[in-house]
């Protein structure tokens, strides 16, 4: 599988991408014009699914499960079948929520900080929104 690019808020100029393409634990998932490369290739599937970096086993990751909070930055780490911080939905609204906080009051959601595409602008973590255009995530091929 080659898998797809993930875009902000239906901006196909702009994709999801590991820093630098290092496949290593804690490298930075941020921002960046689409270039093809295959640091923006990643599997993702509606509902219940972990969002990983395509022919890796590296997987999109929240940091620490104690935690889970507003800010938290995303990063790579290596995919562990039960880890919560990897763990995601993908939901029909397009937004990629942290399953272990949907039973919460304030769910946790891939967010694009202050809604800037600046090229090298790390995600985090933010209390989902509904219709927040910083939390909607689109793929194409």
Request: with cysteine; proline share 6%.
């Amino acid at each position: 599988p080659t898998g797809v690019q993930i875009h902000p808020n239906f901006n196909t100029k702009k994709c999801m991408n590991v820093a630098g393409n290092r496949r290593q634990n804690g490298t930075p998932v941020q921002i960046f014009d689409c270039n093809g490369s295959p640091a923006q290739r990643w599997n993702i599937f509606r509902g219940t699914t972990r969002v990983q970096l395509t022919g890796t086993n590296f997987c999109l990751d929240a940091g620490s499960p104690n935690q889970f909070r507003n800010g938290d930055k995303l990063k790579i780490f290596r995919c562990i079948d039960s880890i919560q911080a990897q763990i995601w939905d993908y939901t029909n609204q397009n937004q990629i929520r942290l399953k272990a906080t949907e039973s919460r009051r304030n769910p946790q959601c891939v967010d694009l900080p202050r809604g800037q595409s600046f090229n090298g602008n790390q995600l985090q973590t933010f209390q989902c929104s509904n219709r927040n255009p910083n939390q909607i995530w689109t793929t194409t091929p």
